[in-house]
């Protein structure tokens, strides 16, 4: 298990990634040599051509995006090994569409038709022995890290259902240490026991050989054992808080326990100028690329939806921005006309009949945002930030969900962390957990993290998922 953004990834997966990304430029490599094979002359100097490092580049990268898409990094999708070979020769299969797609456009990226064919045999075989010995290695090699919760109670019972949802991880809970003596050691919890007190951490530590510790109190005065988790954390052994920890775990920052002074003495929250500016210059370019891309698209959608019922094509709607100001944003209509007239601003709902036959389609795959690419150029919206919403639900939002200004304080986004890890909200409850994923973003901010946003929305837009 390793931590990437603050948060929790299976290190398994990365490694899967780095390795088979060699693997799939060793494969085309072989694929020369065997294509090749009687004329060593010919194969130094095909190997040894810039063209040839190029065109393996964009061989790999092409083949990992779709082992990336179709989740065979994805440790949390249980497949057997006869399920996870057809998924890996569906992906070759797309990975040979998209090269011919390439190939097309750039000739000079064409390798030899020859050593590619013989160089994906290649891939598929080193993938699948790759996977084979991994598997059986990691059960032998790698051992669990072994966590104790500090506490027993509702708290600490979240974390512990939220390391148990994590199967991917290589963690293992023990169990719980408890500061109340009215709760026997050894009554279960979440169906682990209490292996013992607060007081006996040290030796609980040593006995179950504990890696990790996590402080799950809901009241830490008087009861927390800093003397011990100060002797046990100089030791080696990894402490954290309950807020820090489910962080890690979900990829969010709970509101429910997280503390005013979390946010104050936590790491991350850094916003450079040289960050900003980087990440407005990359808005800039995406803006004007997806405007480009998109704009025979977008002729066909406007043509779409002035055949399909009255009204304006472009619907414009007021959202608040950067610092609580509001702008106008733009979209493809998707709704009726008058669809709010006499009930003024709702939420949009599952099977929503304000939706016309053209909005429903283009709302499941996000073609109604392609306009706000207009918005990002213009500097009304980044990229990657929180989504913007309405005035109108704003003012009730600040009121009801603690925090809930502090996503203003950066310049919202046509996508987002909470977009492409939770489902279109609908309700308070949903706008809590969406601030959350937020928050999560503000905390990590960096333009990698902003490529990693990038491509689960393509992968989002791609399969339609995720739309209302």
Known sequence: MIQIFNQYVSSKSVLLMGLESCLVALAFLCGARVRF???????EFYTQLPDFAWQGLVAVVVFELCFYYCDLYN????????????????SLGVSSLLLGLVYF???????????????TVFVAAFVTMNRLALDTAWKVAIPKQRILIVGARDRARNVARELLERTDLNLELVGFAQPDPMLDAGSPVVGYPVVGMTSQLESLAATHQISKIIVALEDR?????????VRLRVQGICVEDAPTALANLTGRVSLETVQPSWFVFSDGFHRSRFTLALKRALDLVLGTVGLLISAPLMGLVAIAIRLDSRGPVIFRQQRVGLGGRCFELLKFRSMCMDAEAGRGAQWAREDDPRITRVGWWIRKFRLDEL?????????????VGPRPERPEFVQVL??????????HSMRPGLTGWAQVQYRYGSSTVDALRKLEYDLFYLKNMSMVFDCIIILKTVRIVLTGSGAR
């Open 398 to 407: 600040r009121q009801q969900i603690s925090y809930y200004d502090e996503r």
């Open 75 to 90: 440790p949390q999708v249980v497949r057997t090994r006869n399920g996870e070979i057809i998924c890996l020769g569906q």
């Open 221 to 229: 005065r008087g009861i927390l054992p800093i003397h011990d988790l």
């Open 371 to 383: 306009p706000q690419f207009l918005n990002v150029m213009r500097g009304d919206m980044g990229f």
């Open 37 to 43: 094979w009687n004329q060593p002359v010919e194969f």
């Open 105 to 119: 456009f750039f000739p000079s990226l064409l390798m030899g038709r020859g050593v590619f064919l013989i160089g």
